[in-house]
């Protein structure tokens, strides 16, 4: 008898373990991959035009410079990706 108690007991242990770690699992799948976004995109002034809360004139006004900060942004980031070119012989030497 106290044989089955004692593996009562670890079955229980390993029951309360895995739940623990389902519910952690589920937590990390759950979670948002990126943080929260600075400003508007294009969807959330389309619903607040849809909604009201934003004129035409204010709507387009504002998805003209979200759509120029994009260009920008893109620009800044093909700049970035691009490999510095040097002339050559402009490299230094080090003896």
Known sequence: MPGTIWWSLVLIGFVVLGFVGVAQVKKWLTKPDDGPTAGFSLSDLRALHKSGKLSTEEFEKTKALI??????????????AKPEKRPPGSGRITS
């Open 67 to 80: 759509i120029e900060a994009a260009k920008r942004a893109a620009a800044r980031e093909a700049q970035a």
